[in-house]
Nanobody, 129 residues
Framework: QVQLVESGGGLVQPGGSLRLSCAASGFALDYYAIGWFRQAPGKEREGVSCISKRDGSTYYADSVKGRFTISRDNAKNTVYLQMNSLKPEDTAVYYC??????????????????????WGQGTQVTVSS
């Protein structure tokens, strides 16, 4: 089974930083593209950033471009999301997910979360003063 566990969420002040981790088990992380998604109360789940399984290509939503960085450590079977210059509108539950269906591109994965089948349980990020 594909197992994903997120960690690193918490409460942070506006302008602060946080690093989220997504630890994988049951499979080698480099078998799949991995994405970070978020969902705020009353809103649809949206793609934040995704990274490819082979060439390291990445995609970022316009709302986080220049502030967030996705990275992959295959030796630790872990994907990270470094979040800087956090804003209150970044408040959400953050999920990582694996593209076990072979969606064509990381951009497609991030903008079409309804196609993604393997999800972690999420970690809460709250940005507030």
């Amino acid at each position: 089974q594909v197992q994903l566990v997120e960690s690193g969420g918490g409460l942070v002040q506006p302008g602060g930083s946080l690093r989220l981790s997504c630890a994988a088990s049951g499979f080698a992380l480099d078998y799949y593209a991995i994405g970070w998604f978020r969902q705020a109360p009353g809103k649809e789940r949206e793609g934040v950033s995704c990274i490819s399984k082979r060439d390291g290509s990445t995609y970022y939503a316009d709302s986080v471009k220049g502030r967030f960085t996705i990275s992959r450590d295959n030796a630790k079977n872990t994907v990270y999301l470094q979040m800087n210059s956090l804003k209150p509108e970044d408040t959400a539950v953050y999920y990582c997910a694996a593209d076990t269906l072979g969606i064509s591109t990381v951009q497609a994965m991030c903008v079409m979360p309804h196609l993604v089948r393997s999800w972690g349980q999420g970690t809460q990020v709250t940005v507030s003063s």
